[in-house]
């Protein structure tokens, strides 16, 4: 009897990237492979691009932070100086100069005088700016001073918690704090060193906002360098009546001093064990048999970026709101980041290439990051900067319903809906093969075509988004199979509905 030719239509894997499950065995909405491809609830996009948004700085932006008051402003830390980047194009001279690191750390505090920035970097004083100008902070500088710490420059991390100015003084296990409503005055010491118990230093500190049995709660976390968690509650330390320890929970070690981020009422921690939320619960059981990281579909790659890379500078989780995206930054080397980029709505994963980002930012509701003499303005149009924005993606292998026997693959159609005329070349990927298409598809310019002309296979809507369903010849024969594709534009949007595939059932072998 020959071989029966059969057509199957299969969804574009909208559940993104898996780094956790077996090839054989992966979800079927999944992919092996996902990269600059967005999944959304209803395709997989082409991600957006960049733009060079501040040019002329000096060297690599390792900071970029903004300040929210009567006036908003965006700054870069680069070299030795702090620059203002609020305006495109080339930078001006320095604000800050003389600095011996660029690696700062950021707060607001809101007063009846105004709304004030503070930046660190555990090596220089600190830096307050009040909406005008950048003043340094010393013993004796006015009107804001602090007493109380032996070396101010020492000061690595600051953080605001009701209506307070929290430090940590870089290479110890003391945190200071300042009176309410203070930018300056005589800081009070509280050592994390008789908490912690498996040593280490204190290396960053957040608020948890929590849910509990008396309603919204603010909690205060302070991270060592060893991975412990130590959780109070209180508003002040000098008071036991109104402050006390929660308790102390052991994770895997932070990914830096940027290793907590805020996520709307919650506060994800960034660390060897992946990126964990606070409101999921899992501090409060054990780590070995919970699976409430948010990584946890792709713990595999995010834990040997974790090893590998542990000791460079850029690990950073940001939460992007406007495109309902959490973006955590993957130093691989300087100029070679990548980011694991999640969608919010759904938890699907996918990998971005092509950002060299150092460190990110949220400014006036868009995403920005620091690179090599440039602040970038990102997830905008298409393309990074011109160059072309080029997606693969490989989904799950499939029997397609026939376990055990043979098929031969002939063609495969990608459904995609654009605004232009992406490149796009597949390739059949067969019994768990992962090798991806050879080159680039070729980037061809936007175009469109008047209703009733178009070439069979292609439709142009009038809001000029066209679908575009051409059968393309494949050559695969085997058990399991996966077209593996790729895209390449740096004009046009690309959406990913479906894959149609064609091809014949043999028998077992």
């Given at each position: 009897m020959p071989a029966s030719s059969q057509t199957v239509s299969v969804p574009a894997p909208v559940g993104g990237w898996n780094a956790r499950d077996s090839l054989a065995n992966m979800p079927s909405n999944m992919a092996v492979t996902m990269i600059n491809m967005f999944p959304t609830p209803s395709s997989v996009n082409l991600r957006n691009g960049f733009v060079n948004w501040a040019t002329g700085l000096p060297g690599q932006v390792n900071s970029v932070f903004g300040y929210n008051g009567a006036s908003s402003k965006l700054f870069a830390g680069c070299g030795a100086g702090i620059y203002d980047v609020s305006s495109t194009g080339a930078v001006g001279s320095a604000l800050v100069t003389g600095q011996t690191s660029d690696r700062?750390?950021?707060?607001?505090?809101?007063?009846?005088?105004?709304?004030?920035?503070?930046?660190?970097?555990?090596?220089?004083?600190?830096?307050?700016?009040?909406?005008?100008?950048?003043?340094?902070?010393?013993?004796s500088s006015t009107p804001f001073a602090i007493s109380g710490i032996t070396n101010l420059q020492k000061l690595?991390?600051?953080?605001?918690?009701?209506?307070?100015?929290?430090?940590?003084?870089?290479?110890?296990?003391?945190?200071?704090?300042?009176?309410?409503?203070?930018?300056g005055g005589t800081a009070q010491q509280l050592d994390l060193g008789p908490v912690f118990r498996n040593g280490g230093t204190l290396v960053s500190i957040g608020t948890w906002s929590a849910m509990g049995g008396f309603g919204a709660q603010d909690f205060l976390v302070f991270v060592s360098s060893t991975g412990e968690i130590a959780v109070y509650q209180g508003t002040d330390p000098s008071q036991l009546t109104t402050w006390a320890l929660v308790g102390v929970w052991q994770m895997g070690s932070p990914m830096g001093n940027r290793c907590l981020a805020k996520y709307g009422a919650d506060l994800l921690y960034l660390s060897k064990d992946g990126l964990t939320s606070f409101n999921q619960g899992r501090f409060f059981s054990d780590v070995s048999a919970n699976k409430s990281a948010l990584t946890d579909s792709i713990q595999w790659a995010i834990s040997?970026?974790?090893?590998?890379?542990?000791?460079?500078?850029?690990?950073?989780?940001?939460?992007?709101?406007?495109?309902?995206?959490?973006?955590?930054?993957?130093?691989?080397?300087?100029?070679?980041?990548?980011?694991?980029?999640?969608?919010?709505?759904?938890?699907?994963?996918?990998?971005?290439?092509?950002?060299?980002?150092?460190?990110?930012?949220?400014?006036?509701?868009?995403?920005?990051?620091?690179?090599?003499?440039?602040?970038?303005?990102?997830?905008?149009?298409?393309?990074?900067?011109?160059?072309?924005?080029?997606?693969?993606?490989?989904?799950?292998?499939?029997?397609?319903?026939?376990?055990?026997?043979?098929?031969?693959?002939?063609?495969?159609?990608?459904?995609?809906?654009?605004?232009?005329?992406?490149?796009?070349?597949?390739?059949?990927?067969?019994?768990?093969?992962?090798?991806?298409?050879?080159?680039?598809?070729?980037?061809?310019?936007?175009?469109?075509?008047?209703?009733?002309?178009?070439?069979?296979?292609?439709?142009?809507?009038?809001?000029?988004?066209?679908?575009?369903?051409?059968?393309?010849?494949?050559?695969?024969?085997?058990?399991?199979?996966?077209?593996?594709?790729?895209?390449?534009?740096?004009?046009a949007s690309v959406q990913w509905a479906q894959l149609d595939y064609q091809f014949e059932v043999g028998g077992v072998l």
């Open positions: 700062y750390v950021t707060t607001h505090l809101s007063t009846l005088g105004g709304t004030y920035l503070y930046a660190v970097n555990g090596s220089d004083y600190p830096q307050i700016y009040n909406g005008t100008a950048w003043q340094q902070v010393t013993s690595s991390f600051v953080h605001t918690a009701k209506m307070r100015i929290w430090f940590v003084e870089g290479g110890s296990t003391r945190a200071w704090y300042l009176p309410t409503t203070s930018l040997t970026a974790t090893s590998n890379y542990a000791n460079n500078n850029g690990w950073q989780a940001q939460n992007f709101p406007l495109s309902n995206a959490l973006v955590v930054n993957i130093p691989v080397s300087q100029g070679s980041q990548v980011q694991y980029v999640q969608n919010t709505v759904t938890g699907a994963w996918c990998q971005f290439q092509g950002w060299a980002a150092n460190c990110f930012e949220i400014w006036k509701d868009q995403l920005y990051f620091g690179g090599n003499g440039v602040v970038a303005l990102a997830w905008t149009g298409y393309s990074d900067n011109g160059a072309n924005i080029v997606g693969e993606c490989l989904p799950a292998f499939s029997q397609f319903g026939a376990d055990g026997q043979v098929k031969n693959w002939t063609m495969v159609r990608p459904v995609l809906l654009t605004s232009g005329s992406p490149g796009v070349s597949v390739t059949m990927n067969v019994d768990f093969d992962q090798t991806p298409p050879i080159g680039s598809p070729i980037t061809n310019a936007a175009s469109g075509t008047v209703w009733g002309s178009a070439q069979w296979g292609s439709s142009y809507w009038p809001y000029s988004q066209v679908v575009v369903k051409n059968w393309q010849y494949i050559t695969g024969m085997g058990f399991a199979g996966a077209a593996h594709i790729k895209i390449s534009t740096n004009s």
